[in-house]
């Protein structure tokens, strides 16, 4: 297959791609403005396989033009997005332009040029704060933050545009927690300013933070902490593969992808603990604007319908990889 990936010099993208490269039968086209992705990831990737990458942004929709009628692709793997809840309650319109304008674009692009499956990732804060301990895909959608309803607007796009063109298969995922590095530590995570849970308590565990805090102890959950289900980057990498092969035989879905187990933040916290041997400093926090109290997946659909095996659902062996890349970095 040809395939498009945009945004994957970032932390999910450069993992889908390593997959897709040692599968060893694709031709491969990565778009990354470096944003926030990182050049070292793309270094890496070439010791995996050969394909192109093309330094530019989704903004540049002339371009885009370009590579789109030069590449003939057969499927679009879209990443290319801002990615930070908190920043989109203070920012919003920067979460509209980058995670739905340009995806138009980009949909609009692959509908000029007869490009027939489309992979988003989309994300469990399109939810909200679901009533469902687990929440399925037919679960309402009440995002609680404009990164939410900046994916959920391009679902939306993604259901009118394959109603309306029988040509145009769509296969929506939808992200819990991802979190770990590839467990033969060529790739992990390199947001310098990162927010996610695991990557925090792996730099506090290192000493490159004096401490980490917990945002918020008085929600309605078992010890008043949030509730997310944590995904090793690898399983969910290879949904994206499963999705592709779905789609290949069937009509457009949406799948949940995550294992259906939730732990605490300070659930996570003592297994950081735990598997690093140090007692790290942590202290309590005011809540975050935008956060819900539990999201865990319900991902039978994935499970059922595709052929996506997950092989790394273990909370110690996410942290243990998390660990070892960030000791590299
Ligand atoms: N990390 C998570 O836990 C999580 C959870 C749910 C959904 N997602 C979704 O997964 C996708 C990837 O997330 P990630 O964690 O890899 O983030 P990331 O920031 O590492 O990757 C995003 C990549 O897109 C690039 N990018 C952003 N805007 C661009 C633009 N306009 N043009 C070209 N490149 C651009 C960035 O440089 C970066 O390399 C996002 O769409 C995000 O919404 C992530």
New binding site residues.
């Given amino acids: 297959m040809k395939i498009l990936i ?2 994957g ?5 450069s993992h889908v791609a390593k997959a897709l490269l040692e599968e060893n039968k694709h031709e491969l086209t990565i ?7 990182s050049q070292k990831a793309i270094e890496a990737l070439r010791s995996v396989g050969e394909f192109e990458f093309i330094e ?4 540049d929709v002339a371009r885009l033009d370009e590579i789109f009628k030069t590449h003939k692709f057969d499927a679009i793997i879209h ?5 930070e809840v908190f920043e989109s309650t203070q920012k919003p319109l920067k979460y509209y332009l ?2 739905t304008s ?1 995806a138009i674009n980009l949909i609009t692009l692959c509908n000029k040029y007869g490009v027939k499956n489309f992979v988003f ?5 399109t939810y909200g704060e679901p009533d469902e301990a687990q929440v399925s895909e037919s679960t309402s959608q009440n995002p609680i933050n404009a990164y939410g309803r900046s ?1 959920l607007m391009t679902e939306w796009v993604l259901k009118d545009t394959a109603a309306a063109n029988r040509n145009f298969k769509y296969a929506i995922l939808r ?4 979190a770990g590095a590839s467990l033969d530590g060529l790739l992990g995570q ?2 310098p300013n990162a927010t ?1 849970l695991i990557k925090v308590a792996t730099q506090t565990i290192l000493g490159k933070r004096d401490k980490m805090s917990i945002f918020g102890d008085d929600y309605d959950t078992k010890d008043g902490t949030c509730i997310r289900d944590y995904i090793h980057i690898e399983d969910l990498a290879n949904a994206h593969l499963s999705a592709l092969r779905y789609l290949k035989d069937n009509d457009s879905n949406i799948f949940n992808v995550g294992y259906g187990t939730g732990y605490s933040v300070k659930e996570v916290i003592e297994a950081a603990k735990e598997v690093s041997g140090v007692d790290f400093k942590v202290e309590m926090a005011p809540r975050r604007d935008g956060d819900p109290a539990c999201l865990i997946a319900n991902s039978d659909r994935l499970r059922s319908l595709t052929d996506w095996k997950p092989v790394n659902d273990d909370l110690k062996v996410i942290i243990k990889s998390a660990l070892e890349w960030e000791n590299k970095a």
């Fill in positions: 945009t945004g010099a970032g932390y999910i993208g778009i990354d403005n470096l944003c926030k992705g530019t942004s989704l903004e990443f290319a997005a801002f990615i980058n995670n340009n990732s989309s994300t469990a804060a994916k992200y819990f927690n991802v390199n947001y996610h």
